[in-house]
């Protein structure tokens, strides 16, 4: 399944592997405006550090991130783990670089050991959260409808939830790509909120240094998008931001990004080294 080569009106028709880029545009390009109008959607790149890192050396991460963007034009996301919160959300603070939990708890308080709400990673510092990532859905046998219960809490604690949503390897194997992929967008489809991050994992990219191609995400990208539209209006769909997450490096980037629908990143082992996550930035600048 292939779209239109130019939905969103994002981008001009793409001529080269980094969708057609001037690279002496400054950094700060008009050709992503702040406010998306019409389709305009900003890239975004987010940085899932799983239980990478101690606190010392996020700090230092930080300050490298920060060193290394100036002034972007890009939205900038980590996810550290829990303990790191409120040293990530310090040394970001008044940056352009924002903080997410990697969890959160379906409930907003109780007795639930060893877990954490939605409210406290807020008061930590955060203004995003990762929702059925599919660490947790194998780890922690997370639910669709769990994922959609967490999606719901992130929504009472205002902060914005970045969904996952991939298939296996068996399931693609099996033809299932896209009825996986439909089942847990609808999944959380009710309780999606005004704003809102979907991000395309296949399961057997995700630390595998196995990337889909280019087209394979661009089908599932468009897929979601379509499903998006009917669940939520075929214009709206157009200006929601969807990311390809999977063994991202510098070196694949381009491709992908030159996809229409693929909107940024979010990148796990290639984010825990500062110059390789600056790497994939300046390729969706
Ligand atoms: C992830 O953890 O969401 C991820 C995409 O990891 P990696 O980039 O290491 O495949």
Redesign the pocket.
């Known amino acids: 399944m292939t779209g239109p080569a130019n939905p969103g009106g994002r981008r001009p028709p793409v001529g080269t592997a980094s969708g057609g880029r001037n690279p002496t545009t400054p950094v700060a390009s008009a050709r992503y405006p702040a406010t998306p109008a019409s389709g305009g959607r900003r890239p975004i790149l987010a940085a ?1 550090w ?1 239980m990478h890192l101690l606190r010392a050396e996020a700090v230092a991460h930080c300050r490298a991130l920060r060193r290394g963007l100036g002034s972007s034009s890009v939205r900038v996301v980590v996810f550290p783990s829990f303990p790191l919160l409120p040293a990530v959300a310090a040394e970001l603070a008044e940056s352009d670089v924002a903080v997410g939990a990697q969890d959160l708890h379906p409930e907003d308080k109780g007795a639930h050991t060893g877990d954490v709400s939605g409210a406290q990673v807020a008061d930590a510092g955060c203004s995003w959260v990762l929702c059925g ?1 599919s ?1 947790r859905r194998r780890d922690h046998g997370e639910s669709d409808e769990l994922v959609a219960r967490k999606v719901a809490a992130a929504v009472r604690s205002k902060l914005c939830p970045l969904v ?1 949503v991939g298939e296996t390897r068996e399931e693609r194997a099996a033809g299932r790509t896209l009825e996986v992929l439909a089942r847990q967008l609808a999944a959380v489809a009710p309780v999606l909120p005004e704003r809102f991050v979907l ?1 395309y ?1 296949p399961v057997w ?4 240094g196995e990337v889909a191609t280019a087209a394979t995400a661009q089908e599932a990208h468009r897929f979601l998008r379509g499903r998006l539209g009917e669940l939520l209006g075929a214009e709206r769909a157009e200006t929601l931001p969807i990311l390809y ?4 490096t510098p070196d694949n980037a381009a491709g992908l990004f030159a996809e229409s629908d693929v909107d940024g990143f ?6 825990l080294d500062p110059e390789k996550f600056l790497g994939i930035i300046t390729v969706c600048v």
């Open positions: 899932n799983k990532h660490e996952c991000a994992e990219a995700i630390g595998t997450g999977g063994s991202v979010l990148v796990g082992g290639a984010s």
